[in-house]
């Protein structure tokens, strides 16, 4: 077998024909594919290659020789140039909002192709969600050597300072103001809910002595793995999505904005159709986003959802608001294969799923065919697991009606798509 022939390290002249769900172009170069970040498909680029492996290689941009007409000024200076690296947060601000929109519909569409063995998808096109630029209510930012906040450089821990962030909410943009730089703190989250006006800071201490902001009515909480986190009030985060107020503490998630929870509601709801009188598994539950919807909306619902503090609020949001969720503080996957097992539970006629990134997999989606639910609402955050799952429902019976991607992350190549498999 001949040896592997190396690509050439000096600047080359190559095409960007390709676009990659994790945000970048990729060039052809010896039939090798290059993976190059910061490039739009139709783009002649200078670039060099950095790392060279048996089937790819990556590549560093060094000059847009001829720009794709969807390019644009990035709108924030702190987004990576041609040649000069930057805050690894944003990898999609160089391509107009219409175009970044454009590109995730193909990646969906070309994910549940190539990896979900579908010859022709059924997917809308990518749907704005609220503003392009200032909707972040949180956001987590790591600390320079000197004290400075900032984002990491793609792929690196190299820190760029970042004192104004555009896609903060000016509610969290003024938390990062109050939290200020040279902290103590190795590591700073904040989050700020306009629609409660409650806000919270979790800070991994650094090596020396910490000096927060503090204020009257400031909380300083220790959580078992060491992190501080410091909140207004009494402690409690809260949002009102759909006209159902959430609380949450800062260790339970929710999403990034709230125009996106608000979107994802809407969605849910109307790819899962009448649910009055039905059983509805709500997997990976969370506070209750869904749930509590489809509880208003006449459904018998049960939430799953394995982190102890979400399920309890969400038992106490249902509470609150005068619905009936009954609320198992579990993985979903024992409670799954349970239920498939000796479990005497009624099986779901509908069951809404919000796995993690990594997709349900293929034990859950398993045990979930197996009870033959009529409908499949799956939310996914991630394209190629949104894809593997496909391809387990697929072989299980299931059929995908319908993907509708949401531009929930902006100016990121991060998407969401609410996809509806029925038997």
Same mark, same amino acid.
């Given at each position: 077998?001949?040896? @592997? @022939? *190396?690509?050439?390290?000096?600047?080359?002249? *190559?095409?960007?024909?390709?676009?990659?769900?994790g945000g970048e172009g990729v060039a052809r170069v010896e039939g090798k594919a290059v993976f190059v970040p910061d490039t739009l498909p139709g783009e002649t680029v200078r670039l060099r290659v950095t790392d060279d492996r048996?089937?790819?290689?990556? $590549?560093?941009?060094?000059?847009?020789?001829?720009?794709?007409?969807?390019?644009?000024?990035?709108?924030?200076?702190?987004?990576?140039?041609?040649?000069?690296?930057?805050?690894?947060?944003?990898?999609?601000?160089?391509?107009?909002?219409? *175009?970044?929109?454009?590109?995730?519909t193909r990646v969906v569409r070309e994910q549940l192709e190539r990896l979900g063995g579908l010859a022709d998808p059924p997917v809308?096109?990518?749907?704005?969600?609220?503003?392009?630029? $200032?909707? @972040?209510?949180?956001?987590?930012?790591?600390?320079?050597?000197d004290g400075r906040l900032g984002f990491h450089i793609a792929g690196t821990h190299d820190v760029v300072p970042v004192a104004v962030c555009p896609k903060l909410t000016p509610a969290a943009q003024a938390v990062r103001e109050e939290v200020g730089d040279d902290t103590g703190a190795?590591?700073?989250?904040?989050?700020?809910?306009?629609?409660?006006?409650?806000s919270a800071i979790t800070i991994?201490?650094?090596p020396g002595g910490l000096e927060l902001p503090e204020g009257p009515s400031d909380l300083l909480l220790t959580q078992p793995d060491g992190r501080l986190v410091t909140m207004r009030g009494d402690g409690i985060l809260s949002e009102t999505v759909a006209g159902h107020t959430l609380d949450f503490d800062a260790t339970s998630f929710f999403q990034v904005s709230h125009e996106g929870a608000e979107a994802l509601v809407s969605e849910v709801l109307g790819a899962c159709g009448e649910v009055s009188g039905t059983l509805v598994w709500d997997l990976y539950a969370g506070v209750g986003l869904f749930s509590l919807p489809l509880a208003a909306?006449?459904?018998?619902?049960?939430?799953?959802?394995?982190?102890?503090?979400?399920?309890?609020?969400?038992?106490?949001?249902?509470?609150?608001?005068?619905?009936?969720?009954t609320v198992l503080a579990e993985p979903v996957g024992e409670m799954v294969a349970r239920a498939r097992g000796v479990d005497d539970r009624d099986p779901p006629d509908v069951v809404v799923l919000d796995p993690p990134r990594v997709g349900a997999g293929p034990e859950v989606v398993a045990d979930l065919a197996a009870l033959a639910p009529a409908a499949i609402v799956y939310v996914a955050c991630d394209p190629a697991a949104l894809a593997r799952d496909t391809k387990a429902l697929a072989e299980a019976g299931?059929?995908?009606?319908?993907?509708?991607?949401?531009?929930?992350?902006?100016?990121?190549?991060?998407?969401?798509?609410?996809?509806?498999f029925r038997r």
């Open positions: 077998m001949s040896p @592997r @022939r *190396a690509l050439p390290r000096e600047p080359l002249t *190559a095409e960007i024909d390709g676009f990659t769900h048996k089937r790819w290689a990556r $590549g560093e941009l060094l000059e847009v020789l001829t720009p794709s007409a969807d390019r644009v000024e990035p709108p924030c200076p702190h987004a990576p140039r041609p040649g000069r690296p930057g805050c690894g947060g944003c990898d999609l601000q160089h391509a107009h909002p219409d *175009a970044q929109r454009h590109l995730k809308a096109e990518c749907r704005p969600v609220g503003p392009d630029l $200032g909707y @972040r209510t949180h956001a987590r930012m790591h600390a320079d050597e190795d590591e700073v989250a904040f989050r700020a809910h306009p629609s409660s006006g409650t991994v201490p650094g909306a006449g459904a018998e619902v049960v939430a799953v959802e394995g982190h102890a503090p979400a399920a309890s609020f969400a038992e106490a949001n249902a509470a609150r608001a005068g619905l009936a969720v299931y059929r995908l009606q319908a993907a509708q991607p949401l531009d929930l992350f902006p100016m990121t190549h991060h998407i969401e798509v609410v996809a509806t």
